[in-house]
């Protein structure tokens, strides 16, 4: 079985308890304040098991069996090879913590601030696809129009960045776009200390065939 259907797996018995009892969510919610004063770090991590309903479970789950299959596959037979599957599960959880910081970091003092779901890992997951395979096509739910991944993770970047900035609404706009740039990073670096897989040339090789340029 796969480390990414284990994912899911676990996290949809965990947001189904979560949305069924209240005890719950609020043992594994990310409390800023928690972490802060109480020193409750495992909150870094067990904020991504839960989510705030339905639909906000199914977009995360969905999104991670498209992409995390993928990344999974090329982390093992490509790029890290029999380190592959660990590398992707370090990659996801890692991603929960990085995602999460600068939240706690804006919010540590605000006890009215709360944030569930694993967006932030889901983000760092699909940015490592876009890295690895940056011309498919990627789109948006119900929509039959398919953009370059590359293209794609610009406009992500950006507008992830315009609507934190803005604030407002009940998403963590911040930790989509910091667990983007940390699944870049990963990726990145990972591969230069335990691989020899040349991610940036591959990356830059693949546009230039996009664009036909030699």
Same mark, same amino acid.
């Given at each position: ?106 919010? *540590?003092?605000?006890? =009215?601030?709360? $944030?569930? %779901? !694993? ?8 940015? /490592? &696809? ?34 934190? *900035?803005?604030?407002? =609404?009940?998403? $963590?706009? %911040? !930790? ?8 870049? /990073? &990963? ?28």
């Amino acid at each position: 079985m796969s480390i990414t259907l284990i994912i899911i797996i676990i996290t949809v018995l965990v947001s189904y308890s979560a949305l069924n009892n209240t005890k719950i969510d609020n043992d594994l919610i990310f409390y800023p304040t928690s972490i802060n004063y109480s020193r409750q770090w495992y909150r870094f991590f067990s904020h991504g098991l839960i989510h705030a309903n339905y639909l906000h479970l199914g977009l995360n789950m969905y999104a991670l069996y498209l992409f995390g299959r993928t990344v999974e596959e090329k982390f093992t037979y490509t790029v890290f090879q029999e380190k592959g599957k660990l590398m992707f599960l370090l990659l996801y959880v890692s991603a929960l913590f990085f995602a999460a910081l600068p939240l706690y970091l804006k919010h *540590k003092d605000n006890s =009215g601030y709360a $944030a569930r %779901g !694993a967006s932030g890992a889901v983000a760092a997951v699909v940015f /490592a &696809f876009i890295l690895l395979d940056p011309v498919r096509g990627i789109g948006i739910i119900l929509i039959p129009v398919y953009i370059p991944g590359f293209i794609f993770g610009f406009l992500y970047l950006g507008l992830s960045a315009y609507m934190d *900035k803005r604030g407002g =609404g009940n998403i $963590a706009h %911040g !930790a989509h776009f910091w667990g983007s740039v940390y699944g870049l /990073a &990963f990726v990145i670096i990972m591969a230069s200390l335990f691989s020899d897989y040349p991610v940036l040339r591959m990356f830059v090789e693949q546009i230039k065939d996009y664009f036909h340029l030699s």
